[in-house]
T-cell receptor, first 112, second 113 residues
């Protein structure tokens, strides 16, 4: 079965420190990979995507993600966390026609 | 563009009643998606449309759920009859194509008593 795993329910980091939110996938073919962020009582917002090319992709608000095909991972990173980055983060894979599967989400807490 | 518009934002109804959720996608987007989000099951894709045609409804939980897209600017998700386990936040999203991100609406929080 196709799946996207976010192994951490929650990540805690101090403001100014680097952050990593992990994502691994088990999806057939060459999926397109995405990261989205959800703030309370809001819909998901796109951060960045990987389709092909450079394994390091840069996105909105200073976020970046590293694609690793051998480890089937697509970890989200940011060099210096802000309190305002506190939110729920989702990794997603598009495969097949337009099937989309989301990870369970990781809640990020950034402490001032 | 106003983004993806959903209505109502909140819906409280009683078990057995019919519920209709509405969505207006972003103009020019050929794909429309309906999702359900719950604490227990996370974010689930229910159905998606391409050019107003339903392509994959394998995520629709049961026959009580139905979705239509009569034109490029409007879609509905209907639950009839509703049950308490249908309580969730329902999101509509649209996209230009497979390689592009999905734009989500603000969601409809449904509570079935």
């Amino acid at each position: 079965a196709q799946s996207v795993a976010q192994p951490e329910d929650q990540v805690n980091v101090a403001e100014g420190n680097p952050l990593t939110v992990k994502c691994t996938y088990s999806v057939s073919g060459n999926p397109y990979l995405f990261w989205y962020v959800q703030y309370p009582n809001r819909g998901l917002q796109f951060l960045l995507k990987y389709i092909t090319g450079d394994n390091l992709v840069k996105g909105s608000y200073g976020f970046e993600a590293e694609f690793n095909k051998s480890q089937t991972s697509f970890h989200l990173k940011k060099p210096s966390a802000l309190v305002s980055d506190s939110a729920l983060y989702f990794c997603a894979a598009h495969y097949g026609g337009f099937k989309t599967i989301f990870g369970a989400g990781t809640r990020l807490f950034v402490k001032a | 563009d106003a983004g993806v518009i959903q209505s109502p934002r909140h819906e409280v109804t009683e078990m057995g009643q019919e519920v209709t959720l509405r969505c207006k996608p972003i103009s020019g987007h050929d794909y429309l998606f309906w999702y359900r989000q719950t604490m227990m099951r996370g974010l689930e894709l229910l159905i998606y449309f391409n050019n107003n045609v339903p392509i994959d409804d394998s995520g629709m939980p049961e026959d009580r759920f139905s979705a239509k897209m009569p034109n490029a600017s409007f879609s509905t998700l209907k639950i009839q009859p509703s049950e308490p386990r249908d309580s969730a936040v329902y999101f509509c999203a649209s996209s230009k194509d497979r390689g592009n991100e999905q734009f989500f609406g603000p969601g409809t929080r449904l509570t079935v008593l």
